[in-house]
Structures are given as structure tokens and as C-alpha cells.
DNA sequence: GTGATCGTTTGCAACGATGCAAGAGCCAGT
DNA sequence: ACTGGCTCTTGCATCGTTGCAAACGATCAC
């Protein structure tokens, strides 16, 4: 900047007000600093920027795993929304490590983003209490933390007992549900299944919970693996609590040679772009991720402003955000066996 | 950090020589000064650090879409080995845009990277030309610009060749090209299917390619679907670009009653998690990405060094390493019609 | 013609860290 | 006792930018 200010005769200053779009700049030494910029191809240095008007511009995105579909779609659309703000998004991997979700929430990230969306998994809720933090923070789904962070995302009991309620709609009986596990989100979606079931007056004969340890593919496959072998009566529903599960439990169907719908129907959470190319296509709950991008992203903004007007105010109020979702029933769901 | 020195009594330098792990300090000063910081719970300044030293420990990856498994897992990998060296990766979604492509290529994320891993669909070979970027920059899987650009990727050419091969193997007479289209990708894996039906001896009659824009699993749906609507004779084995395209074709092979794989076999690039849990599960070859992120950050650590010595050498020759990849064989290429 | 007002430009200091080189204190060797 | 060499500590300048407030020149009203 020191180069164009020489090249163009004007002060380093009047550089920096034509860069900033500072109002009161005349039209040719405008345009003269200007064809100075351009030719030296000058770039803004980011960094001195941040470092003297303390705020970078970038959003720290933080997801257990990026590769699994759910926080690839979500990364995308925060990416998304960041961009039409012109904010530039850090994506952070913990891999579900809670040492790094710690350092996360005690700040690790804090000077280098504005502010941080962190969805976690395994929350070291013990470590963190009810300390808030001194940056800009919102919590993306469930967690386990306590309220006093504010937190975007759908209601995940009412999204599983949607989700269940439909499998009984289409007069399933029997309906088992997959993947509960330790994690607050599991919490939630049993209570909703549980609640779907109760308010349909199944029989607690007919209640199932299968836990499993992690929402993937994988563990889906074993868990419904487990299940067939064994000799128990077989359900005539399954509810994954998201998609990956879901993806694994239909593949362990198929290759047991039950059949979906007609045997057993099948109903998960997530509506990743995966469901609708399954065997056959999973009928499921789909949160509306570009809402809860832009929700957070408003959040992360308010509390940044906060932050700016006064020392410590009340540093707002831990709102919990519901964002809207909506049932997407497709064929591995639809089956109407006889009552019985 | 200044507050740390007062607290303690010694000088900004010092605290700046512990935390830096300065050799010479000594051990009380060292313990007085640690002390300090805990109790006043100081964090390094990444920006300051950064403006100072030139280099901020951030590499930025660029890729079309997050939201593609492929690119998800690829930017997982990236992650994942980044972080093993203490570096942090900024992501960035380019979402197939030209412009925001150029943009990258002319440094728009310099001074907050250190480097940048660039994954480019569409790339703009006339505007960058023959231009050798001012900062580290390796480019990941093919494309368009030139050899100028260091590169790490797989074999596209002989990627395809082996799946090609392979459903020739299998029995194959007719295998259909699935996906090839405008990108550099899609022109070597063309070449390579067409190597592979050649070096068999396949009558020219028995070769097709089907051209798609994007390689999504919605237009392997549109073009497979269109296909068995057609009059042609049908393929005995379909060779998709990638697996999302494959995805696409296998639901609607499913959706017409093909058999996979007894009327029809099925091979793919790319191995995403996803290829396991398809009906049947996905032939696929699998990059080793783990590979790729390693060399990939090699070479960008390499052009760092450079970049430090001299003033301007010639700056690293256009590097292109091709990463190992194998084929795993699922069961949607397992067949063995009689010979006809 | 002179003072007030406005628009435009500028100099200085600062953000928080590190590179550099010099200063302070100590010990051993002569 | 003096010097050289060592360890430990420090002050100063600096990275590239912007906040602040003053200075500058010109226009305007009286």
C-alpha cells in the first residue's frame, strides 16, 4: 500500500479511504489511485486488516466429521450464506475429539474468526459448565451444554415423532428404533419416537430401542445385522435416527432378502442427497440447513454487535432456535400391509 | 501479552520468548511467566503472529462443492493430514463458479494462506494462461491450465482404463461411458475407457459414450434413464466417471427392473463411503486420498521453502505426481454371462 | 475582505506479535 | 583485577492497515 501511495503521489491514507470506500475522496484522485491499485495489482493484506479493526470477516464452522453427508450439506450451506455476507467460512474437523471440541469452546479459534457455529458431538459438558463465552458463539443442533448457548436447529422431538407417527400412519405395528447413543441428540429423537408411540397407543410389547455408538453407515448395517439374526419377533418399522444409520439398515435388509416397504418400512432424519437414491429411496425428515445457516450466521452477527456497544452487557440471552423441517415421504415408506 | 509481562514483571519480550519456547530463559522466569499466562488466560494472537512472521499456519482448499461425498471426503483427508503438521485448512466452495475460480487463481486468499490446494471443475485456462502464480499453489486431480501448475491426483487415464477393463473381464461386450463432458477430468477418463475397449478388441459398433454436464447422481438418474427408454441394444456394462453418477444410473437401473449385476455390470471412480451401502454395492476405484493430501501439502511446503530462499527461482517446474489408486471390486460387477 | 464552513487530504499512533542486536549479570581463565 | 564468553533479558523498530483529529485549501456568506 506504501508502493501505490508512492506510485500514485497521495498518502498512504488516502490509499486506504479509496480501498475502504471512504465517501469524501474526489473523483480524480479516485480514479487516479485507482489505475496505481490496478497496475501494481495491489492486494489487501488480511491480516493487518484483522489485526487493527478486529474483526477478520471469517466465521469458524466447527463439525464432528466433514466427510459424513450431513455435515458436508450443512458446511455447504453455511458456506453459502456466509458468501452472501460476504463472510468467509474456517471449516474445522474435531473427528468427535473432545480435546478439540474443548479447545474450541475455551476459544481457540477466538481473533482469527469474528465468531464460531460449532456443532457438537461428544460435548464435554462437564469441562465447559455454565461458563459463557467471551466470543461470538452458536451452538448448530443438540447439545448437552445447557441452554445458556444459544442454539439453532429443529426440534428434534417433534422431528422423530413426526417421523415415527408417519411409520405408524402406514400401519406399522412393530417399530424399532435405531440409534440411540450417548449424545444429546439421541436423547431427544428417543423421547420423540417415544412420545409417537405412546400417542398411537402401541403396546410396549411392540416398544424397541437399538443403541448403537456411532450415527453411520456402518453401525446402521451391524445394528439391523444383529437384529435379523436374532430371535426376536421381526419389526414391521424401522425409525433411524438419521440417514447414514438408515442407509446401513437398508442395505442389511436388502441383503437378507426382506423386502422395504413391504416387510419392514423405513423412515430416518436428515434428507441428506443420498436419500433419494437408495434401495429404495428413504422416506425422510429434512431440516431446512439454509434457514439454520442463516438463523446462526444472524445470531453470530447480533452477538457480535453486542459484544461492540457495551463492555459485558447480559451477553444475550441463550436463545434457543427452532428452525422449520418438513417430512419427505418417498418409497421406503409406503406400504399398507393388513392390519393385524 | 503486555498485561502477562506487567503481571509478571518482566518485559513483553520475555513472554513472547517463553511462549515461542525460546531456548534461553530461565527456569524460574520461565515458571513465573507461565504462571502469568494461565491465570490471565492469554491466547496467542494468530493475526498479529501472522502479520509479523509472513506466514499464518493456514492452507486454503478450494473445491466446487462441498456438498459431493467425493469432495467431503477429499477435504476430510485435507484436514486430517493439515493438522498433523499444525496446520489449520480454511475451505473454500468455488460452487463450479469461473469467477470465483480466477479469483483464487489470482490470489484472493493470499496473506491469509500460506497456501492453496485447488480443485478445479471449470477452470478458466484463458484468463490464467501460461501465468505462474505468486504464491504456493498445487492443483488437485486433472485439469486444463497446463503443466506449469504442480499437480497431485491419480491416473485419470489408467483409473479408467482398470475399471473399464475390468467389467470387460467380468464378460462385458457392451460397456457405455457414462459421463464424459467439458472438464479435463472428463477427457481422460474418456481416453481411458476407449484404451481399455481397444486393447479387448471390442467391435466399434459396441462403444458408446453418454455425455452429462455435471457429475451428479441426478443426471446418472436422467442419462441411464433415457437410455433404456431408447431403441439402441442395450449395454451390458455401464462405466461411470464417477460414483455419484453411478448412484444415479444404479437407482435407475433399478427403477426399470435391470438386474445389477446379471443384465447389466456396473464400475466406477472415486470409491465414496456411499459406493459400500448401494443395491448392489458399488465396483469402484479408490484414490488414495490420504495420498494425495500428504503429497499435496509436500509440494505446497516445498514451494514455501523455495519461495523463503531465493527471490524468484524458477518457481518449482510444474510438478505432476500421480497418487496410487486400486480397484475394489463390489458386487455390482460380478458377473459371468455366457460368452457371446 | 474576512471569518466560518465544508470537503478533502494527511500525519501520527496503534493493533499484538517477533527479528535484531545490544545490555546486564555472572563465571572462569589469565 | 581485568577480560572474554556465556546466559538471560530487554528496547526498539517493524509488519500493513485503520481510527482519530488536525491541517489544508476552497467556497460561501456576511
Same mark, same amino acid.
Given at each position: 500500500?506504501?508502493?501505490?501511495?508512492?506510485?500514485?503521489? =497521495?498518502?498512504?491514507?488516502?490509499?486506504?479511504?479509496?480501498?475502504?470506500?471512504?465517501?469524501?475522496?474526489?473523483?480524480?484522485?479516485?480514479?487516479?489511485?485507482?489505475? /496505481?491499485?490496478?497496475?501494481?495489482?495491489?492486494?489487501?493484506? $488480511?491480516?493487518?486488516?484483522?489485526?487493527?479493526?478486529?474483526?477478520?470477516?471469517?466465521?469458524?464452522?466447527? =463439525?464432528? +466429521?466433514?466427510?459424513?453427508?450431513? $455435515?458436508?450439506?450443512?458446511?455447504?450451506?453455511?458456506?453459502?450464506?456466509?458468501?452472501?455476507?460476504?463472510?468467509?467460512? *474456517?471449516?474445522?474437523?474435531?473427528?468427535?475429539?473432545?480435546?478439540?471440541?474443548?479447545?474450541?469452546?475455551?476459544?481457540?479459534?477466538?481473533?482469527?474468526?469474528?465468531?464460531?457455529? $460449532?456443532?457438537?458431538?461428544?460435548?464435554?459438558?462437564?469441562?465447559?459448565?455454565?461458563?459463557?463465552?467471551? $466470543?461470538?458463539?452458536?451452538? *448448530?443442533?443438540?447439545?448437552?451444554?445447557? #441452554?445458556?448457548?444459544?442454539?439453532?436447529?429443529?426440534?428434534?422431538?417433534?422431528?422423530?415423532?413426526?417421523?415415527?407417527?408417519?411409520?405408524?400412519?402406514?400401519?406399522?405395528?412393530?417399530?424399532?428404533?435405531?440409534?440411540?447413543?450417548?449424545?444429546?441428540?439421541?436423547?431427544?429423537?428417543?423421547?420423540?419416537?417415544?412420545?409417537?408411540?405412546?400417542?398411537?397407543? =402401541?403396546?410396549?410389547?411392540?416398544?424397541?430401542?437399538?443403541?448403537?455408538?456411532?450415527?453411520?453407515?456402518?453401525?446402521?448395517?451391524?445394528?439391523?445385522?444383529?437384529?435379523?439374526?436374532?430371535?426376536?419377533?421381526?419389526?414391521?418399522?424401522? +425409525?433411524? +435416527?438419521? #440417514?447414514?444409520?438408515?442407509?446401513?439398515?437398508?442395505?442389511?435388509?436388502?441383503?437378507?432378502?426382506?423386502?422395504?416397504?413391504?416387510?419392514?418400512?423405513?423412515?430416518?432424519?436428515?434428507?441428506?442427497?443420498?436419500?433419494?437414491?437408495?434401495?429404495?429411496?428413504?422416506?425422510?425428515?429434512?431440516?431446512?440447513?439454509?434457514?439454520?445457516?442463516?438463523?446462526?450466521? #444472524?445470531?453470530?452477527?447480533?452477538?457480535?454487535?453486542?459484544?461492540?456497544?457495551?463492555?459485558?452487557?447480559?451477553?444475550?440471552?441463550?436463545?434457543?432456535?427452532?428452525?422449520?423441517?418438513?417430512?419427505?415421504?418417498?418409497?421406503? /415408506?409406503?406400504?399398507?400391509?393388513?392390519?393385524?
Amino acid at each position: 500500500m506504501r508502493d501505490v501511495a508512492e506510485h500514485a503521489g =497521495v498518502s498512504v491514507r488516502t490509499v486506504s479511504n479509496v480501498v475502504s470506500g471512504y465517501p469524501h475522496v474526489s473523483a480524480t484522485t479516485r480514479e487516479r489511485v485507482q489505475r /496505481s491499485l490496478d497496475e501494481l495489482g495491489y492486494r489487501m493484506d $488480511f491480516l493487518a486488516k484483522g489485526l487493527r479493526s478486529g474483526r477478520t470477516g471469517f466465521v469458524a464452522l466447527a =463439525v464432528p +466429521f466433514l466427510a459424513e453427508p450431513y $455435515f458436508a450439506e450443512l458446511a455447504q450451506a453455511v458456506i453459502g450464506a456466509a458468501a452472501r455476507r460476504g463472510i468467509t467460512v *474456517l471449516v474445522e474437523s474435531t473427528a468427535g475429539d473432545s480435546e478439540v471440541e474443548r479447545k474450541i469452546l475455551s476459544g481457540g479459534l477466538t481473533n482469527v474468526a469474528d465468531g464460531v457455529l $460449532f456443532s457438537a458431538l461428544t460435548l464435554p459438558a462437564a469441562d465447559v459448565g455454565s461458563a459463557v463465552p467471551d $466470543f461470538p458463539l452458536v451452538m *448448530l443442533g443438540e447439545h448437552s451444554v445447557g #441452554d445458556h448457548l444459544p442454539r439453532v436447529g429443529i426440534d428434534n422431538v417433534a422431528a422423530a415423532r413426526t417421523a415415527v407417527a408417519h411409520l405408524l400412519d402406514q400401519g406399522c405395528r412393530r417399530v424399532v428404533a435405531l440409534g440411540r447413543n450417548a449424545s444429546e441428540n439421541g436423547r431427544q429423537r428417543t423421547e420423540g419416537y417415544r412420545q409417537a408411540m405412546a400417542e398411537a397407543k =402401541v403396546r410396549r410389547v411392540n416398544w424397541f430401542e437399538v443403541p448403537v455408538d456411532d450415527w453411520t453407515r456402518a453401525e446402521g448395517y451391524a445394528a439391523v445385522a444383529e437384529l435379523l439374526e436374532g430371535d426376536g419377533p421381526l419389526p414391521d418399522g424401522v +425409525f433411524a +435416527f438419521n #440417514d447414514a444409520l438408515a442407509v446401513g439398515a437398508l442395505r442389511a435388509l436388502d441383503a437378507s432378502g426382506v423386502r422395504v416397504p413391504e416387510d419392514v418400512a423405513v423412515a430416518a432424519i436428515d434428507d441428506i442427497q443420498e436419500a433419494a437414491y437408495t434401495h429404495p429411496p428413504l422416506t425422510s425428515v429434512a431440516p431446512d440447513l439454509d434457514a439454520i445457516a442463516e438463523r446462526a450466521l #444472524d445470531l453470530l452477527e447480533e452477538q457480535g454487535r453486542h459484544k461492540a456497544d457495551d463492555d459485558d452487557p447480559a451477553p444475550v440471552p441463550g436463545r434457543q432456535e427452532a428452525t422449520p423441517f418438513r417430512l419427505v415421504v418417498r418409497a421406503s /415408506s409406503q406400504h399398507r400391509p393388513a392390519a393385524g
